[in-house]
């Protein structure tokens, strides 16, 4: 049976087995077919979907599925949307894959890239010279990997020449999940163990990022850092965003980013981020004010800093006054200082690109 003027199709629960593991969905003739989503499933079609924007495979268990994918992404050189998530082969332990025999695989026109729960060696064989729109926007979470805590994954997305690492405009670092927002695409990577950005900056693959084009760093959840060496390389990774201009920190934090900007340096050298002007700080209560008068206040000169924001997170009531003797000992000190309320989801001030922020598909998870 056919399906000439089919445009969206979904299955999940079909547990037929093929003999190789492939079907011709419809008679192979499904010119119109422009979203497919499958579930559950131990099979993967051999159809040429010349018209497929959005393709969706979870939780399926295919023999062999890794060259069968390959030869599905080969035909459908129109995809915007791919989300991937624990499709398997049904075999644990190392994996060795044959090369390649198939044409390779051209999404250049591919926006959202969503991987999760694969491991990265059958990722890496799928996209192997791959031509990727280097404008995609890619999402992963949860990796299945030989070593390395999610380094093997990174070290196979810094060969993918993305738009939102080269360009780099606002990273965003939190215990589990490092965000990187470029002008028009964005690079998630989620973690299972929690992960600091003094940990993060002990990625070699973190130096991918074009640090010297970042304007904004957002380090909300940083715990404070333990001696004098995790403290220089977190120095010596701000030391080359030298167009920063805007730093978000959580009050946990605040110490530390002082520290890392002003420990051991002379009172009269220039700052050490000299584009920086803006400090945004989340305070969890009133009296942290007493934290930010302690630790930036003093050290105003040496951060350069001119705006200062702060704000409390989730007050009970709603709104929040600051004590006017915070107000009185900040204010005339900076060009601007502005004090106000935050909820939790938009503490972090990141400006997502709308590729990354749009709701296409039930897989496709928030950002922030």
């Known amino acids: 049976m056919s399906a000439p003027s089919l445009r969206s199709f979904a299955l999940q629960d079909n547990e037929s087995h093929m003999p190789d593991g492939t079907l011709k969905l419809f008679d192979n003739h499904t010119p119109c077919l422009e979203r497919l989503s499958l579930s559950c499933v131990r099979w993967l079609p051999t159809n040429a979907f010349a018209n497929l924007t959005f393709l969706a495979i979870k939780s399926c268990i295919i023999p062999k ?212 002007t803006t400090l945004r700080i989340a305070i969890r209560k009133d009296s942290d004010c007493n934290i930010v008068l302690d630790s930036v206040h003093s050290h105003r000169a040496q951060l350069g800093i001119k705006h200062l924001y702060i704000g409390l997170v989730n007050p009970e009531n709603g709104h929040w006054t600051p004590r006017q003797t915070v107000k009185d000992q900040l204010q005339g000190n900076f060009e601007s200082v502005k004090f106000g309320t935050l909820s939790y989801d938009k503490a972090y001030g990141i400006t997502l690109p709308l590729v990354c922020d749009e709701e296409v598909h039930r897989l496709w998870p928030p950002w922030l």
């Open 65 to 276: 599925f890794c060259a069968k994918l390959r030869s599905l992404l080969a035909g459908t050189p129109n995809l915007v949307d791919l989300g991937l998530r624990c499709v398997t082969d049904g075999a644990d332990g190392y994996k060795h894959h044959e090369p390649t025999d198939t044409k390779p695989v051209s999404l250049a026109r591919l926006r959202r890239l969503l991987i999760q729960h694969m491991w990265v060696d059958d990722i890496d064989y799928v996209f192997r010279d791959a031509r990727l729109n280097e404008d995609v926007s890619v999402s992963i979470k949860k990796m299945i990997t030989h070593y390395g805590h999610g380094r093997q994954i990174l070290e196979l997305v810094s060969t993918w020449s993305l738009n939102a690492l080269k360009q780099s405009k606002e990273p965003h670092l939190q215990p589990h999940v490092a965000i990187v927002a470029g002008a028009s695409s964005g690079f998630r990577f989620a973690v299972e163990r929690r992960t600091t950005p003094e940990d993060w900056t002990t990625f070699d693959e973190l130096w991918m990022l074009s640090l010297s084009s970042i304007s904004h760093l957002c380090t909300f959840e940083w715990d404070a850092c333990h001696g004098v060496f995790s403290l220089e390389r977190v120095r010596n990774l701000l030391r080359q965003m030298t167009a920063l201009e805007t730093l978000s920190v959580n009050i946990e934090g605040l110490t530390s980013v002082v520290d890392a900007l002003t420990l051991f340096r002379d009172p009269i050298d220039p700052p050490l981020c000299p584009a920086l």
